[in-house]
């Protein structure tokens, strides 16, 4: 029997029509999906292709363990986000040694800070995987604001808002274009880093980049609670003609 392959597909930032060509086609025709959840939840990546399945399509919704129930740095999360893995890879292996073809729906890029990064690094010596690449949020934030995020020899770092405060004023500080993913509840300390690096005034946060409900706002002027889909930036003023 012939053995079938593994889809990474980037979905992009939300927009249906923000999505490759290729992955249009895989989405629509395959008959494995597969998807990242909370429990209870339908799924941002699932929503995203609405209307795009067909009727046949069997859907493989993966439900994490835990999310935010108990701290990154307490052993039992990684211990549990493992087993949870290995299960999802169990089940996608037999399946295509099946000879089945599925697609894993990959928010932003499946390379980039995303959950299918921990399925290939499994999958990849066992089973055919292919990945699609697609366009990230980050690039649909500063695509939002209107302005160009480099110019010339700028240097520009992406940084998380789960690390120490004092990690990311030192970042911000001494960076010329800055992307901070992961807000939400580190919204308090993002902002205390951003004033210890003076760049305050420089920062935007962009909600829901790409999608219906996008917000471009000055961050000074943010309030005090940042939904999941938010990205800060500063643009970079580097070298230009």
Same mark, same amino acid.
């Given at each position: ?20 060509? &290729? ?5 629509? &025709? ?27 399509? =069997? ?12 701290p990154v740095s307490d052993p039992r999360y990684n211990a ?8 999802? $890879? ?17 928010e932003g890029d499946p390379f980039f800070y995303g959950s ?38 700028? $240097? ?74 938010? =990205? ?6 580097? &070298?230009?003609?």
């Amino acid at each position: 029997m012939t053995t079938g392959k593994i889809y990474g597909v980037g979905l992009g930032p939300g927009a249906q029509d923000l999505m490759s060509v &290729r992955a249009n086609n895989l989405i629509r &025709r395959v008959r494995h999906i597969a998807y990242f959840r909370k429990k209870g939840r339908k799924g941002h990546a699932r929503s995203i292709v609405e209307g795009m399945l067909a009727d046949s399509v =069997i859907e493989l919704p993966m439900e994490y363990p835990v999310t935010t129930e108990i701290p990154v740095s307490d052993p039992r999360y990684n211990a549990l986000l493992s087993d949870f893995y290995q299960s999802c $890879v169990d089940h996608l292996t037999e399946l295509t040694q099946a000879g089945e073809d599925v697609v894993v729906l990959c928010e932003g890029d499946p390379f980039f800070y995303g959950s299918f990064m921990h399925l290939y690094t499994r999958l990849k010596d066992q089973v055919p995987v292919s990945v699609v690449p697609g366009i990230t949020g980050m690039s649909a934030a500063w695509t939002a604001t209107g302005q160009p995020i480099t110019w010339g020899d700028d $240097v520009m770092t992406v940084a998380m808002g789960t690390l120490p405060e004092a990690d990311l004023a030192q970042r911000m500080a001494e960076t010329d274009a800055l992307v901070v993913m992961k807000i939400g509840r580190n919204l308090a300390k993002v902002r205390r880093a951003l004033d210890l690096a003076g760049r305050t005034d420089e920062a935007w946060l962009i909600e829901y980049a790409a999608m219906a409900e996008e917000r471009v706002t000055p961050f000074r002027e943010a309030g005090d609670i940042a939904p999941y889909f938010s =990205i800060l930036l500063i643009h970079g003023n580097g &070298r230009r003609p």
